[in-house]
């Protein structure tokens, strides 16, 4: 593992401010969001190409979306790992975005009988939860967390969980990109390869 170079520190920072929306002043998050995960990838795989750019504290891989979460112990691990932005890594290229610190997560599958203080008492196991809320007719909820950490915690924790019979699924609630438009999510393997 080797430390990113000021160079990849550099255009990393530059790619961060231009594309995902990045103001001056706020820091980083040691999380990465990865897209278009192909199946065919192993997580021990995965975790190789990833810690190439520091030391990774948690992978967590949603295969039925084709995505994963990559949180790295130091923010510029994450911001040098942007490199691997259209990569191929087995059968497509990666997507990756580095945002502010995030702590809020969306749950989805949520069953008509759970109530706010159902999913406070169940996700306050893992840390401070700050608030909750309920969107009956979307069956899904936001539960936001003191810190980001504690929401990743969550995340581990809870993802699959079964609750008010039902079994839920949680993802993570990141601002929407003002060119998220213009960038297909499973984009198709292109020519270049991760080595």
């Not at 990113?4 to 969001?33: F, H, I, M, Y």
């Not at 520091?54 to 084709?66: A, E, N, Y």
């Not at 007719?137 to 993802?159: H, I, Q, R, T, Y």
Request: hydrophobic share 40%.
């Amino acid at each position: 593992m080797n430390e990113p170079t000021d160079d990849q520190l550099q255009l990393a920072q530059a790619a961060l401010k231009k594309n995902r929306g990045l103001k001056p002043g706020e820091v980083p998050s040691q999380c990465v969001w990865v897209g278009n995960v192909a199946s065919d990838v192993s997580k021990q795989d995965f975790r190789a190409v990833f810690e190439q750019y520091g030391q990774v504290t948690l992978i967590r891989m949603f295969p039925r979306s084709k995505c994963a979460f990559v949180t790295y112990q130091k923010s510029k691990s994450a911001l040098s790992s942007l490199e691997l932005e259209g990569k191929q890594l087995g059968s497509m290229c990666l997507t990756l975005n580095v945002g502010k610190a995030s702590r809020h997560l969306w749950v989805g599958n949520i069953g008509a009988a759970v109530t706010e203080e159902d999913l406070r008492q169940a996700f306050s196991a893992h840390g401070t939860v700050e608030s909750v809320r309920v969107l009956r007719a979307n069956k899904c909820a936001f539960v936001n967390f003191a810190s980001e950490l504690d929401a990743l915690k969550a995340a581990e924790e809870m993802n699959g969980v079964e609750l008010g019979g039902q079994t839920i699924v949680i993802n993570f609630q990141w601002a929407v990109r003002q060119d998220s438009h213009k960038k297909p999510f499973h984009k198709k393997a292109g020519p270049t390869h991760i080595s």
